[in-house]
């Protein structure tokens, strides 16, 4: 059973930097296509933000987080990475990351929640104005 585990949130100041990781274990990491989702405080759904392809090839960004947020992998590491910098307030969330067997790319799918097989627990970003 693949397990994900978030770490890298924190409190920021608005035009900061963190760096989230998702550390997979349990399964072969490479197979997995690997998304970052978030929920911020006060919503009941999870916001797709970026995907990245088995390879590391492909990535995929919402529109709010393009030129600001980079989604990066290390298979040898079993690790996911997002780079977020000049953060803003409406940044603020819960971050999860997800991961799914299938390396279909079409947005429509891979920006669906209810498309992947597997979750971390959350790692909270809290951006301050």
């Known amino acids: 059973q693949v397990q994900l585990v978030e770490s890298g949130g924190g409190l920021v100041q608005a035009g900061g930097s963190l760096r989230l990781l998702c550390a997979g274990s349990g399964g072969t990491f490479r197979s997995l296509t690997v998304a970052w989702f978030r929920q911020a405080p006060g919503k009941e759904e999870r916001e797709f933000v970026a995907?990245?392809?088995?390879?590391?090839?492909?990535?995929n960004y919402f529109d709010s987080v393009k030129g600001r947020f980079t989604i990066s992998r290390d298979n040898a590491k079993n690790t996911v990475f997002l780079q977020m910098n000049s953060l803003k307030p409406e940044d603020t969330a819960v971050y999860y990351c997800?991961?799914?067997?299938?390396?279909?790319?079409?947005?429509?799918?891979?920006?669906?929640?209810?498309?992947?097989?597997?979750w971390g627990q959350g790692t909270r970003v809290t951006v301050s104005s």
């Open positions: 997800a991961a799914r067997n299938s390396a279909d790319s079409l947005y429509s799918t891979i920006a669906k929640p209810d498309r992947y097989n597997y």
């Open positions: 995907r990245v392809s088995r390879s590391g090839g492909g990535t």
